[in-house]
């Protein structure tokens, strides 16, 4: 049964509901559905599944963009509604006669719908029904046509023998083909096309591939001992000439440079002076406002712009592509878009986005504009990738504004210090991004304390007592081979004691598939409920961007002890200096998760820690 129908404008004002339904919804599917699908551009899914306590709903839709309207379904997802779809479609169809932008209510609609749900439910048991009736009917006739293959149309009386498929007339058959063609094996041998061989009891007949590897040579080979193999090797090696070794480096007696030596200098006890970072060392890029130049970009869209037009002018000619790009065509078809989306698609795909986000984004960006008039003096290409643009800026801006420092001080007025727990795979560079953290929050006058939390990879702990020495920053450590979450948790109540703003928690890295290893990160974000979860990945990763997050997400939420599990917040983008104009990671990351990036890795230093740019990544994905 369908719970409920809306009609609402993209600017969300509702025009029609079905009253007659009359159904309540439990939570709020509809505004999920807004947030999660339609304003992140996920739009052109089939469908979408909403679950809530004592509910589960499946939702679908569908636009009429030249009007600016959506059209709803929504129904239990336990029923399987088969004419949603063609219900949608008939909607859409009849209330776009009847729209009138100045009008805001349609009770007169209420019979056409319900006149329009009697006849989909109608047409789809008729659909059903013929199912049932065509189906015994196909397997007949390919049971019909397996006799008929296989020469036998009496029933199966005659039998095959030796299990080969077939009967002697057919092979009969095949040999008076074969021997008429007698061309056959010349033409057809050396070409790359496949060889047909007859087996008849057990022997082969018809047309052999000379030029392949014959097995039996080989198996006669291994039982001689491999001798032929043996003596072509060693002939071979005793042809090599003998390979010169090369001469050991004689080194001057000279001292070495003072500037070329980077170890840190020893005491006559062998105890390392780890150098103290001062403030002054430089202002975080955190900071720094990023300014964009558009001069090379306007340079490559005129190029682009010029090489559409002389590809145009190819294939269509210069009289039909002025006239479509002056006049317009009255609604834009789906065959008009899929040349331009295919071209983005692999333009996406070659800045390392994944290839499901990007195929994904090419059918949002296709659903919102099937239908809309293209306006005049513009070309196809250029209105999608106008859509584009708009959609990635859309993805990537935050949907919720995110300031750190702001936080901090609403959780110290509170009395509590502000967590954060930093997660991801192994090698990505959390221990130092965490530093590089904890140096910015330094530079706004925030007391910062560090939590050695990877208590299962060598040296880490040594790792992070590094940066905070190096920071003047307290650290708090419990050594190898203890439980993290407890020392998270001992790590929080220490910092609750000497008054410490911020407690950044360092944990193990871990593959998204370590299933004891994500367990223990679900039991330290449920047991210390930290304000921010921050996933730390690589700018240089492209498809496993999406497996990392998904599994990540689904992890921490399937083995969480919480109905409310914890998932991640935000995103650290590290190595981003090292990809060039390769930045599709951070689509992808935030495509999956929903989460933003908050911090951008850009260099070794600590003040190498930037913001991301929008409006760059988006120019760069699109040049």
Not at 124 to 152: D, W
Not at 315 to 341: C, H, R
Not at 389 to 407: N, Q, W
Request: proline content about 3%; some cysteine.
């Amino acid at each position: 049964m369908l719970e409920q129908l809306l009609i609402f404008t993209r600017g969300g004002l509702i025009l029609w509901t079905c009253k007659e339904l009359g159904n309540a919804l439990r939570g709020s599917p509809i505004d999920t559905l807004i947030r999660s699908c339609l304003l992140e551009e996920r739009s052109g899914a089939a469908s979408y599944n909403y679950d809530a306590p004592g509910c589960s709903y499946t939702l679908k839709w569908t636009f009429h963009n030249d009007l600016g309207l959506v059209f709803v379904a929504v129904y239990q997802r336990i029923l399987h509604l088969l004419y949603v779809d063609d219900l949608l479609s008939m909607v859409k169809q009849e209330f776009s006669v009847i729209y009138d932008p100045k009008r805001t209510l349609y009770n007169d609609f209420d019979d056409i719908f319900q006149q329009l749900k009697k006849e989909a439910e109608a047409r789809a048991e008729e659909m059903k029904k013929s199912k049932q009736v065509v189906k015994p009917m196909n397997n007949n006739l390919s049971r019909k046509q397996g006799n008929v293959q296989n020469g036998n149309m009496d029933g199966g009386n005659q039998k095959k023998s030796g299990g080969e498929s077939g009967n002697d007339h057919a092979s009969e058959n095949f040999k008076g083909r074969l021997s008429e063609n007698g061309n056959l094996k010349n033409n057809h041998i050396g070409k790359g096309e496949p060889t047909t061989i007859v087996k008849n009891n057990g022997k082969e007949n018809g047309v052999s591939n000379t030029g392949a590897f014959d097995v039996n040579k080989l198996q006669k080979l291994r039982s001689k001992g491999g001798k032929k193999t043996e003596s072509f090797a060693n002939k071979v090696s005793k042809e090599e000439p003998k390979k010169t070794t090369k001469k050991n480096r004689v080194w001057d007696d000279s001292p070495k440079e003072a500037k070329l030596d980077f170890t840190d200098p020893g005491s006559e006890n062998g105890e390392q002076h780890i150098s103290v970072v001062s403030t002054d060392q430089g202002e975080s890029m955190m900071d720094k406002d990023e300014i964009v130049s558009s001069d090379s970009e306007s340079e490559s869209e005129d190029e682009e712009t010029a090489k559409d037009n002389k590809n145009d002018g190819k294939k269509k000619g210069w009289f039909s592509s002025m006239f479509q790009s002056i006049a317009g065509k009255a609604n834009l078809e789906k065959s008009d878009l899929e040349p331009a989306l295919k071209a983005l698609k692999d333009r996406l795909m070659t800045k390392n986005v994944a290839e499901e986000i990007a195929e994904k984004l090419c059918e949002s960006v296709a659903a919102s504009l099937e239908g809309k008039k293209l306006a005049s003096f513009t070309r196809v290409s250029s209105t999608v990738q106008a859509a584009m643009e708009d959609a990635l800026t859309r993805i990537l801006t935050p949907r919720r504004s995110i300031d750190i420092l702001r936080d901090v001080h609403a959780a110290k007025e509170q009395g509590k210090p502000y967590v954060v727990v930093f997660v991801g795979v192994n090698g990505v560079g959390k221990s130092t991004n965490l530093a590089k953290v904890a140096y910015w929050l330094q530079q706004h006058n925030v007391n910062v304390m560090m939590a050695a939390c990877d208590t299962f990879r060598s040296g880490a702990v040594e790792q992070l007592r590094t940066h905070a020495r190096r920071l003047q920053i307290p650290i708090f450590e419990k050594g190898y081979e203890k439980d993290p979450a407890v020392v998270a948790k001992e790590a929080i109540q220490e910092a609750s004691r000497n008054g410490s703003d911020v407690v950044l928690v360092d944990t193990a890295g871990r593959m998204q598939d370590n299933e004891p290893l994500m367990r223990a990160l679900s039991k330290l974000i449920y047991v210390n409920s930290p304000d921010l979860v921050l996933f730390v990945g690589e700018a240089l990763v492209g498809n496993d961007a999406v497996d990392q997050l998904s599994k990540f997400n689904q992890k921490l939420g399937d083995l969480s002890p919480s109905p409310n599990p914890r998932l991640i917040d935000g995103i650290l983008l590290t190595k981003f200096d090292t990809i060039d104009d390769k930045v599709g990671a951070a689509l992808s990351m935030v495509y999956i998760s929903g989460a933003p990036v908050m911090f951008v890795g850009c260099g070794q230093s600590y003040t190498d820690l930037k913001k991301l740019n929008v409006k760059s990544i988006v120019k760069t994905l699109l040049k």
